[in-house]
DNA sequence: TTGTAAGCGTTATCAC
DNA sequence: GTGATAACGCTTACAA
């Protein structure tokens, strides 16, 4: 925005020969005398006009702009979901400001405020930080965490999808399944997917078991716990379910080390339905995220006009794909 | 931005009872006593007054934001750019607005009138339209592509990448290369590997070939060349560079098609130092892009205060990794 | 040092 | 339908 380069309304109406306001008008859609609006427009492509959206903001109250905060934009999940937020903004004719906070609490915090400062129409986020402050004058959608009733939640169907893996797993064969979970300690919604494991275990009589750690405890006690089920050659556990792609993929490796066969000793299913390369084939079979819904639900909902009566929270399906990683590739 | 609802400075200099002017300069960090300092803070706190951006900028002339231009957002390469460029930017305080293309020419010309009219301070892009239009007036990065002596560009070193890959390849013994490429046909910067590549070859004496595609070509050829090059069990090559991860991982399928084994009958090097999961390890042996470096060198290009002597190329070292196809993993 | 007032580019309200 | 004019929230001479 170098001053005194860029024209302005004006500069148009000079050159047009017409009014200010003439050419406020032809910009905005608001009728204006045919040989009028030929000329104001034929002015501004000679100038090379564009129309100054944060003035227009300063003004109007809406800047044409929403947030989108993440942890960060390399993993292949947020890789996505940032593409298909900024997809679905555009459609409307929205920008996307994306900051990335690290999972840092204050960086999220200070993310918000400088969003704030920026006058965004709305923001989504999807963060750690437990005691996050949400401002209230800036529509706010939460993805994967649920604050509170006045914060609209989207998510997928964390808990269907702890189920349908079960269903799925049962249907290839497997009796003894186990459950590997490792996170954060910040309640969100992708913990129900234990909740829809064991519910369908049980409900189907299923022999099984969990193993729920945190971030900080790393990969290794997962390889420990299978090397101290192991029955011989043979592990205790023909289907393993886990709570990421990324998990499943590590939880490959060790099985690997331990000489089992996938899918023929052990079968593995992961969630997220994270791809090679951010668009190829899926790294096991998992339960997929409906990446695009998730974005587009959000955004519909943070623009909605009419605020009053939003849901609390919205559980968008997955689906199952065979990733190679059981018996049905 | 909700009207009505946001204090503005005005509020806050009611409150702290002193003039607006005075609560400006407290946010501009000029001098000011030091109790009405205090109560302009203490208002401001109060009140959870934040600064508008936006009608600052209109003033100032500066948006304190930057526009990252990008085909898409869930490559590795473009995903992990624009995590990079995210944290350049944050830690110089500024904001980044970002769009994606879909490698659409005309989208990534409506990309460019688009932040054109939120003013930002400047744009980084990674396009592909050949007749794209760099407004004059706005800063402009390019990243992996030249344009012209007065549009700055940051780049890896894709010369030195296919040199090193060669250099790479013999030292493991490889005798008889071959360069797989595939990609758009708008000439950029990553075309030099290729060059790199034959250069490198000639000087040692190798023996090699090339095997140049278009994208619209698909990935067959490829396995349709490897066929054609099998000598009864063997292949005719004992080394391949591939010009992207991409390609080199799909080369890789083709190869245990044809029922070879990597490294051992054959190596492969591939290039960008795409990570699986965004940040684990590599797909293959990899000439790996400096993408942190990129990000860092194209924000502090295009926030340089004197813009009347920029470079109008920039190329940064690239390094090699192993990463399972070379005998060295 | 502090307060005042004139814009920055746009939109909206009026008389014309 | 058109064209002055007053905001919008902020910065910045300039006056006090």
């Known amino acids: 925005m170098k001053r005194g380069t860029m024209p302005t309304m004006k500069d148009v109406a000079r050159e047009a020969g017409v009014a200010l306001g003439t050419v406020s008008k032809v910009f905005n859609d608001i009728p204006v005398g045919e040989d009028y609006r030929r000329r ?24 044409g702009t929403a947030a989108l905060i993440l942890p960060n934009a390399y993993d292949p999940f947020f890789a996505a979901l940032a593409d298909s937020v900024c997809q679905a903004l555009a459609r409307r004719n929205y920008r996307m400001l994306m900051t990335v906070t690290g999972s840092d609490p204050d960086a999220e915090q200070q993310c918000i405020r400088m969003v704030e400062q920026n006058k965004v129409d ?92 945190n971030d900080r405890d790393g990969y290794e006690p997962f390889r420990a716990f299978l090397r101290s089920h192991m029955d011989g050659e043979r592990l205790a556990f023909d289907g393993i379910f886990c709570n990421t792609d990324r998990l499943a993929f590590y939880v490959l490796d060790m099985l690997a080390g331990l000489g089992l066969r996938v899918p023929e000793d052990v079968q593995l299913v992961g969630f997220d339905g994270a791809r090679r390369f951010g668009n190829d084939g899926f790294y096991c079979s998992t339960i997929v995220q409906p990446i695009g819904q998730l974005a587009e639900t959000s955004v519909n909902i943070l623009l909605e006009e009419d605020r009053s009566s939003l849901p609390s929270l919205i559980c968008l399906p997955v689906s199952y794909a065979p990733g190679g990683t059981t018996k049905d590739c």
Do not use: W
Not at 146 to 154: E, R, T
Not at 177 to 193: H, N, Q, S
């Open 40 to 63: 104001v427009l034929d002015a501004a492509r000679k100038l090379g006009y564009q129309v100054n959206s944060y003035a227009r903001g300063l003004k109007a109250g809406k800047t």
């Open 122 to 213: 709305g923001i989504i986020g999807l963060t750690y930080n437990p005691a996050l402050e949400i401002p209230a004058a800036i529509p706010f959608v939460s993805i994967d965490r649920y604050f509170n009733p006045a914060v609209p939640c989207v998510a997928s169907d964390n808990f269907g999808g702890g189920q349908l893996a079960v269903e799925k797993l049962a249907a290839l064969g497997c009796r003894r399944l186990v459950f590997f979970r490792i996170g954060t300690d910040v309640p969100g919604e992708a913990d129900k997917r234990m909740g829809g494991f064991q519910t369908a275990c049980q409900a189907r009589g299923i022999e099984h078991t969990v193993l729920a750690l």
